[in-house]
């Protein structure tokens, strides 16, 4: 059974298969109304559920609007309104869901709650985001990079600011796709080293640096996310340590003319970028956001082998 709970689960044709499949289904649907059924409707009959432990916009609403689009159905939770919220255990829940939907899509305060549950699941899990990483988020930033004309091996992706869940996401494709991906980040806010080595001893190629600059300079791509995480509660301490890593129009014209600028949303302008970076023409954050339903919509044909 197919789980797509990290990016490292997947080989370089799983990932190559799934972008092209997002890429051909986009361009497939041209105009139609959002709302309407893929020609070939290739999850007609299914269902997704959908758990959050945490808030959402993106993910909860892509996720649906991309079963309705793939002729499915999706049926949406919060954990505190599920007897989970109440104590039930983990392993419980998954048996039960598993009875009932054909996949299970989750956010999830701990990553453990995730692997947990696919232990116990008959049917694909999805990570929507936990504390380690955010894998569907970083597909549909790789959708986004290849519209803009980039190749990805060999491209040059900085990201500046916290070593997050969604920084790992990008060191755990890192090996697969090729980037040359350059992290800057100030001391306490670095990505997991652990988990670099795990990549470069993969084949990745991954440079970490505490100089933004240097990161941002000659780079295709300059990618942030919040400085201030949610379950973060060192608030204060973060914006000091992290506000020398925002992205404004200086850092941005450090990097390759034309540099793609991406951030996952949602966004604190004057935190960790401007508002003339996000409104600029380099900023492709709308197309970023719009390509998580496209990618998730192949991250559901994947896992369910359609
Ligand atoms: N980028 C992202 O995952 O957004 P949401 O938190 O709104 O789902
Ligand atoms: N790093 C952010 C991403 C939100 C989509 C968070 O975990 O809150």
């Known amino acids: 059974m197919r789980h797509f709970l990290s990016l490292n689960d997947l080989t370089a044709d ?12 986009k361009s497939a649907r041209g ?29 909860r609403f892509s996720f649906e609007q991309g079963m309705r689009q793939l002729g499915g159905s999706a049926i949406v939770a919060t954990s505190d309104t599920m007897q989970l919220g109440r104590g039930e255990p983990v392993k419980d829940t ?22 947990e549950f696919s232990r116990h699941a008959t049917v694909p899990i999805i990570n929507g985001l936990s504390d380690y990483n955010h894998p569907c988020q970083i597909l549909a930033d790789l959708m986004t990079l290849e519209e803009r004309g980039l190749t990805l091996k060999g491209a040059r992706i900085a ?15 890192a090996a697969q796709t090729g980037i040359d991906l350059v992290v800057a980040s ?26 933004p600059d240097a990161a941002a300079a000659g780079a295709d791509a300059l990618i942030t996310d919040c400085f201030v995480s949610m379950g973060d509660d060192d608030y204060d301490a973060r914006l000091e340590m992290l506000s020398p890593y925002n992205l404004d129009e200086a ?22 970028i401007t508002d003339a970076v996000m409104e600029s023409a380099q900023s492709a954050i709308w197309d970023e956001a719009e390509n998580r339903l496209h990618a998730q919509k ?9």
């Open 159 to 173: 990201w500046v600011g916290d070593g997050n869940n969604v920084a790992m996401s990008f060191v755990n494709l």
């Open 94 to 115: 998954a048996r039960v869901l598993s009875r009932y939907v054909d996949a299970i899509m989750m956010r999830v305060k701990s990553h453990e709650t995730l692997t």
């Open 251 to 272: 850092r941005v014209a450090k990097a390759k003319p034309g540099a793609v600028v991406l951030h996952c949303l949602p966004a604190y302008r004057g935190q960790e």
């Open 14 to 25: 799983d990932i190559r298969s799934i972008l092209d499949n997002a890429h051909a289904r």
């Open 31 to 59: 105009d139609k109304p959002k709302g309407t059924v893929d020609d070939d409707a290739p999850l007609a009959g299914h269902t997704l559920a959908m758990i959050f432990e945490k808030s959402s916009t993106r993910t």
């Open 186 to 211: 100030p001391n306490g806010y670095r990505l997991q080293g652990q988990e670099v080595e795990r990549a470069r001893a993969a084949g990745a190629k991954i440079t970490l640096t505490d100089d």
């Open 298 to 306: 192949a991250v559901l044909m994947w896992c369910l082998e359609r």
